[in-house]
């Protein structure tokens, strides 16, 4: 039923995998472009707190270059005035990628930047791993 896993960055996202509930869109971009050094993806879901709805949106890149992330907001800007909704960013909570964290202190100046708990501890644990401390960590 499902496709296999991709093995290169040009494989075709099915239709039935591109949407969630009620048909409502979960890839909203799909590109490969020069500016994009590749292949760039776009999730977006909704996540309800405090009986406020919030977009989550997910980007996925096929390179890690600071020219990428900085075409991330335009690419969501777009995106969101296309289904006429307004890009207001407050947070982008993200891995440890310096050049990320550059693209978006120079293009959403506002918005601030949070790391990831879980890859703050990946990279802990990580560090434990290539020091040889694996099984000391294990043991306490």
């Given amino acids: 039923m499902y496709p ?5 960055q040009n ?5 039935f995998i591109s ?4 048909s409502i869109p979960f890839l909203l971009f799909d590109q490969t472009r ?3 050094g590749g292949r760039l993806l776009v999730f977006s879901l909704r996540t309800v707190k405090d009986s ?3 977009p989550v949106l997910f980007a996925l890149t096929s390179n890690r270059k600071e020219a990428t992330y900085i075409a991330i907001p335009d690419v969501i800007r777009t995106e969101a005035q296309h289904h006429g909704v307004s890009f207001a960013s407050h947070m982008f909570i993200s891995d ?3 050049a990320w964290t550059n693209a978006v202190q120079r293009k959403l100046i506002t918005t601030s930047i949070s790391e990831c708990w879980f890859h703050h501890v990946q990279a802990i644990y990580r560090w434990i791993q290539s020091n040889g401390l694996s099984k000391t960590y294990q043991e306490h």
């Fill in 4 to 8: 296999p896993l991709p093995t290169c």
């Fill in 11 to 15: 494989f075709v996202i099915p239709d």
């Fill in 19 to 22: 949407k969630i509930i009620d």
């Fill in 34 to 36: 020069d500016e994009f």
């Fill in 52 to 54: 406020k709805t919030y």
């Fill in 96 to 98: 440890y990628e310096q």
